[in-house]
């Protein structure tokens, strides 16, 4: 069974940085790709970006590109989100989610594991 936790997030201004972790254990016998949500107050889930776990290959949506970066290590079974140059826009649940496949897409219900959520603030 895949399990995600997620962790990092907080409180920051406009303008800084925060760096999320997602732990994964249970990636066993196949190819997954692991990617970021979020989720604002009255807005449906969104992607934000999206590793394959094995390949490597990355998707950002648009509106992070240049900013957040997606990246992994195998050794510990972690997924990072470095996000840079923070705008209020950017507060919300951020969510680490999880499938089967090399494919990263963008429709939530394409995910089979979820972590719990961790709250990224950013205040002007």
């Known amino acids: 069974q895949v399990q995600l936790l997620e962790s990092g997030g907080g409180l920051v201004q406009a303008g800084g940085s925060l760096r999320l972790s997602c732990a994964a254990s249970g990636f066993t016998g196949g190819t997954y790709s692991v990617a970021w949500f979020r989720q604002a107050p009255g807005k449906e889930r969104e992607l934000v970006c999206g590793?394959?776990?094995?390949?490597?290959?990355?998707y950002y949506a648009d509106s992070v590109k240049g900013r957040f970066t997606i990246s992994r290590d195998s050794a510990k079974n972690t997924v990072y989100l470095q996000m840079n140059s923070l705008k209020i826009e950017d507060t919300a649940i951020y969510y680490c989610a999880a499938r089967r496949g090399v494919v990263i897409t963008t429709h939530a219900g394409n995910y089979d594991y979820w972590g719990q959520g961790t709250q990224v603030t950013v205040s002007s």
């Open positions: 590793i394959k776990w094995s390949l490597g290959g990355t």
